[in-house]
Structures are given as C-alpha cells and as structure tokens.
C-alpha cells in the first residue's frame, strides 16, 4: 500500500485483507515477476516522478502518472537480494531511531529531575520531597530546594533587549558579519543553514543588538522560547528579532538557556501565548519569566548532567544521518545496476560483485554492512 496525500509515498505491507480509500494505492505483485520486499524498497522512489501540485488540495500522487512509471525488474533472485541488504540498512535506521527516542525520554526525565530537585554537595540528586520535604520550600512554580531562589530573568541577566526588528533586509548584504535569525537558533545551539549577512557599517550602527559569546538568543514567533548560547565562533555577530538575553554573575548562560527550554520555561512562555505557540513572544515576558537559580557550583553540574546525554543524542543522531545517507547511495547504486548484484542463492556474502564497484567499495560507503 501507498499513501497518496499527505505522507506522500510511504509504503507499508497490507499485512491482512482490507479496503482503501482515494488516498490510499494498493499494488499487487505479479507473482514470479515482482518480489515484494523489492517493491517495498523501489516504491517510494518511483512515487516521486508522479507527484502533482494542486492549489487547493495540495500535493498528491497522480495515478495516471504512476502507472506508466518504469519499474526496474532485474531478476526475481536479485531483487530478493537487494531487498535483503536494503532491509538490513532499514533494521539499523529502526534501531537507532529507537535509541534517539530512549535518549530523549531519559532527557526529559532527568531535566524534571535535576530542575525539581537539583543535586547535593555530593554531585547526587536530592531526595525527594516525598522522602525528605524538609529538603524544599514552595514557589510559584512548585517545590524547589531550600537552597534555591526563583527570580525574574530581568534580575539574572544584566541586560533582555530585542535584535533587529525595522526592515532588517535592507541591511543584507551577501558576505559579512553574520545575523542569526528564528531559523538559526535550536535548543541545542546556533546553526548555520540560512544565515544572512550584514555589513560591517550596519553591525556598528546596529550594536545594540550586536551579540557576545556567552550572550542567550531566544525566538519570538514559531517557536517561541527556544533558545541557544551564542559560541566563541559567532562572537560579535547581529541577530534579527530574537530575543537577546546577557546573562548576569549570578547565572551561568548554559543553565539559563537549558531551563528556558524546559518543560519549566517553555511552559511560562506558551501560558503567556495562551498555548498558541505562532504569537509573539516579547522583552517584557522574558524580563517576566521565572527562574529557578541554585548556586554557581550546582547550576555546573546541572550543565554538565544534560549536556551528556545530549552529547549521546547527537552521536545517534549523527550515525541516523550516515545511515540514511548509506541507504540513498545504495538505493542509487543498487537499483540502476551501477553495483552488480549475485543471486541470492550463488552469493557467499553481500550480493556486491568484485567487477566495477568492488565490495570493498560498497562496504567503505556502507561502513560495513551486510545482508
């Protein structure tokens, strides 16, 4: 089965006898000709040669189109091949995704945690409320360690000011002294996909929102409340209509930023969108929200507590790119016969041929993966 409208191309096993509707394809596999594992693999591919754009309902699959789409068909004993190695790089992507998904509900966990109950002079988690409340006091925004005080940001920070709000285009140049936009700013850090550029000039004219390292950038509009520490690297960069926040002696720029971002922070900001996360977000509920601040030593090593496993998702996340990568250059090599493939039943080990691109060609791109 085919999705035809809004999960365009995902293809899935029927598994059981079932209707469709208008957005949903069913093919059936000529038996002797089409090894269905290799459909599953080809499908989506072919799908994209068959998309049309309507204004009014959106992009969907052409079925028409579809239809006089070529298939490649090599043999029933190679397709089943390249489907078994196809379905192996699958298993992997599955395993990894999965992971991610442990890593991030272990993060949100641990941020509860560590932002409820922060850690002793030991490095350990408090105990809990339930297990010791003469550990906590009350607050606004729930049981806090004795120890901590909740304060507006505005008392934090020595400085909550807005970046470049009045035409910023008219600004743009094609090189110079970068200017981070909403596009720009994840909770993770800064990224440099989309980045526009200003002029020296503009950025002196323009110093207010002129940013330090060490300096928090929130956004406004889509997202608002995720935020990112401005690296050494971008010191001295300008901002458009983020939010800049410079952090005071008081407070750490990684600590602040990670409880903005939390459950905690990002919830004060949507109650003040009332749950609508496409308003504004301004100077004046950033001077506003609450913070939970614990000493020096104790927001450290509640840094370092979430940039670990952060530090984990990212590795995963990286090798969950490689392997989607992997899977597109063997799709590529595989299915247009630029690899050469065994039948199943001759080959003693991958499938790959030693002609033309050789195993060893394939295992380098595919970091040693086999079928």
Not at 106 to 111: A, N, S, T, V, Y
Not at 320 to 344: A, F, H, I, W
Request: charged share 25%; net charge positive.
């Amino acid at each position: 089965m085919m999705s035809f409208k809004l999960t365009i191309g995902r293809v899935a096993f029927a598994g059981c006898d079932l209707l469709t509707n208008e957005a949903i394809a069913a093919f059936v596999p000529k038996d002797g000709e089409i090894v269905p594992d290799f459909l599953y693999h080809v499908l989506p591919g072919v799908a994209l040669g068959a998309i049309s754009d309507t204004a009014i309902k959106g992009a969907t699959l052409n079925k028409a189109k579809l239809r006089k789409l070529p298939i490649p068909k090599p043999a029933p004993s190679v397709q089943r091949r390249i489907a078994k190695i196809l379905t192996t790089v699958d298993n992997q992507i599955e395993k990894t995704e999965a992971l991610i998904a442990k890593y991030q509900s272990i993060k949100q966990g641990l941020m509860h945690d560590l932002f409820t109950r922060g850690v002793d002079e030991h490095g350990h988690l408090r105990p809990s409320r339930d297990q010791a409340p003469q550990l906590y006091k009350e607050s606004e925004l729930g049981w806090i360690p004795k120890e901590w005080t909740l304060e507006q940001a505005s008392r934090v920070c020595r400085e909550i000011v807005v970046g470049i709000v009045i035409q910023p285009a008219r600004h743009y140049v094609n090189e110079g002294v970068p200017a981070l936009r909403s596009a720009n700013v994840r909770e993770d850090g800064v990224v440099w996909g989309d980045m526009v550029f200003i002029s020296e000039a503009s950025n002196r004219l323009l110093s207010k929102s002129s940013l330090k390292a060490g300096d928090l950038v929130s956004v406004r509009t889509g997202y608002p409340g995720t935020t990112a520490v401005i690296p050494p690297s971008l010191d001295g960069c300008n901002c458009v209509d983020l939010i800049i926040s410079r952090p005071g002696p008081r407070i750490r720029a990684e600590y602040l930023s990670l409880w903005i971002n939390s459950d905690f922070g990002k919830g004060q900001v949507l109650q003040g969108q009332g749950g609508l996360a496409q308003q504004h977000f301004n100077v004046g509920e950033m001077k506003e929200l609450l913070v939970a601040v614990p000493t020096l030593k104790e927001q450290e090593v509640i840094e370092e507590r979430l940039w670990s496993i952060r530090r984990r998702m990212r590795t995963e996340i990286a090798h969950l790119s490689k392997l989607r990568s992997l899977k597109l250059g063997l799709m590529q090599d595989l299915l247009t016969g630029k690899v050469p493939v065994k039948p199943e039943h001759s080959d003693q080990d991958n499938g790959i041929t030693p002609n033309g691109a050789t195993k060893a060609g394939v295992k380098s791109r595919g970091e040693g993966i086999h079928a």
